[in-house]
T-cell receptor
Framework: NAGVTQTPKFQVLKTGQSMTLQCAQD?????MYWYRQDPGMGLRLIYY???????DKGEVPNGYNVSRLNKREFSLRLESAAPSQTSVYFC????????????FGNGTRLTVT | SQQGEEDPQALSIQEGENATMNCSYK?????LQWYRQNSGRGLVHLIL?????REKHSGRLRVTLDTSKKSSSLLITASRAADTASYFC?????????FGAGTRLTVKP
């Protein structure tokens, strides 16, 4: 039972490059999320998808776009990477938004030089 | 901005002792959740406590919630070296979930 799978695990980008972080869940969850984690800051929500076909901005959406490809997959795109986007990115899913626990992937460690 | 704030930021105890971590928040909540994160891994859900509940238990974990004081605590009893991790509280109100910066717990064997 894989749970939430994120790819890649590590990535180094140069400023201005683009990339897409992939996330897939096999728990038939309705809601999916993208967070970033920076030292001393806890997790901050970038975007979320309450259900298939919907996406909404979170606390720190600037510089990112998302696609809820289907019920299983939720991708995060950086169109023009900046050093401030150096972080660890976590994808999560839950059965329902707000009232269910989140299940997290193991993260993507992104460095932008 | 963060909603929950954990206290202390770091805690070091001996194996077998109890560990208590606190979380304070500022606004209304629907529920409050506690998560554990081992180094280099994703967060793992521990307990969800709803705003109309005062206490919940799960194995060696006990969570209390005092909505009048806008605070919650996580107690880990009889701690083990494997409990070494960061612990985060997350407050949920409507569709907004906010995490605190976490408490780093070290349990020495």
């Amino acid at each position: 039972n894989a749970g939430v799978t994120q790819t890649p695990k590590f990535q180094v980008l140069k400023t201005g490059q683009s990339m897409t972080l992939q996330c897939a869940q096999d728990m038939n969850h309705n809601s999916m999320y993208w967070y970033r984690q920076d030292p001393g800051m806890g997790l901050r929500l970038i975007y979320y998808s309450a259900s298939e076909g919907t996406t909404d901005k979170g606390e720190v959406p600037n510089g990112y776009n998302v696609s809820r490809l289907n019920k299983r997959e939720f991708s995060l795109r950086l169109e023009s990477a900046a050093p401030s986007q150096t972080s660890v990115y976590f994808c999560a899913s839950s059965d329902q938004i707000s009232n269910s626990p989140l299940h997290f992937g193991n993260g993507t460690r992104l460095t932008v030089t | 901005s963060q909603q929950g704030e954990e206290d202390p930021q770091a805690l070091s105890i001996q194996e077998g002792e109890n560990a208590t971590m606190n979380c304070s928040y500022k606004t209304s909540i629907n529920n409050l959740q506690w998560y554990r994160q081992n180094s280099g891994r994703g967060l793992v859900h521990l307990i969800l406590i709803r705003s109309n509940e005062r206490e919940k238990h799960s194995g060696r974990l006990r969570v209390t919630l005092d909505t009048s004081k806008k605070s919650s605590s996580l107690l880990i009893t009889a701690s083990r070296a494997a409990d070494t991790a960061s612990y985060f509280c997350a407050t949920v109100f409507n569709n907004d979930m906010r995490f605190g910066a976490g408490t780093r717990l070290t349990v020495k064997p």
